[in-house]
């Protein structure tokens, strides 16, 4: 596709339930990024993936975060036993460049999680 | 920590006024600055990505500029319509570019 896609995009889930959102990026972008955006703030980043390999992990909030992107282009971020504190819009972003910053993050619309 | 703040969080203005949108950063080692727009219910939209070797970008009624030794950064909005109302979000991207920082936004209302 043209842009980023996300799916779904909303998602509700009882508490103690496990939810996979997915992203496809823009086709060829090397850097792929998660975000999670809380309402009234900015996107607080999660991971960030180089292809296939997740170089950074330092935003996930807890254990019960997981993302994977096995073939360098897809990307799933799981959550575990879902909680209310973890009800936001998470949100997925690819660019071009291999981390060099020489090219624009393109987002996606989001999956809004609500946590009931 | 780099900790990126911006003013003011809510800005209400006539349709056909210049405006202008505060972004700060505490740490000045930055590689590039991006303002985008985000509209409710929506994902982000880029608008102007600044390298930290620029000082400005433009794109048609918007400019922004950036002054990286003291910290900040300006989105420059010319006669604004209702249809540029939105949230306007400032992102600084470090040298290993892995860790975008976002301010929480401005949130912009054009009145017709």
């Known amino acids: 596709g043209a842009g980023v896609s996300q799916s779904p995009r909303y998602k509700v889930a009882k508490r103690g339930q496990d939810v996979a959102l997915r992203c496809d990026p823009i086709?060829?972008?090397?850097?792929l990024f998660w975000y999670q955006q809380a309402l009234g703030q900015g996107p607080e980043f999660l991971t960030y993936?180089?292809?296939?390999?997740?170089?950074?992990k330092s935003g996930l909030p807890s254990d019960r975060f997981f993302a994977e992107r096995p073939e360098g282009s897809v990307s799933t971020l799981k959550i575990q036993r879902t909680q209310q504190e973890d009800s936001a819009v998470y949100l997925c972003?690819?660019?071009?460049?291999?981390?060099?910053?020489?090219?624009?993050?393109?987002f996606g619309q989001g999956t809004r999680l609500t946590v009931v | 920590k780099q900790e990126v703040t911006q003013i003011p969080a809510a800005l209400s203005v006539p349709e056909g006024e210049n405006l202008v949108l505060n972004c700060s950063f505490t740490?000045?080692?930055?590689?590039?600055l991006q303002w985008f727009r985000q509209d409710p219910g929506k994902g982000l939209t880029s608008l102007l990505l600044?390298?930290?070797?620029?000082r400005e970008q433009t794109s048609g009624r918007l400019n922004a500029s950036l002054d990286k030794s003291s910290g900040r950064s300006t989105l420059y909005i010319a006669a604004s319509q209702p249809g540029d109302s939105a949230t306007y979000l400032c992102?600084?991207?470090?040298?290993?570019?892995?860790?975008?920082?976002f301010g929480a936004g401005t949130r912009l209302t054009v009145k017709p």
């Open positions: 972003a690819s660019s071009l460049d291999g981390g060099g910053g020489d090219t624009e993050a393109f």
């Open positions: 086709s060829g972008h090397v850097s």
């Open positions: 993936f180089q292809n296939e390999a997740q170089l950074d």
């Open positions: 740490d000045s080692a930055i590689y590039n």
């Open positions: 600044i390298q930290s070797s620029q």
């Open positions: 992102a600084v991207g470090p040298s290993n570019n892995n860790d975008m920082r």
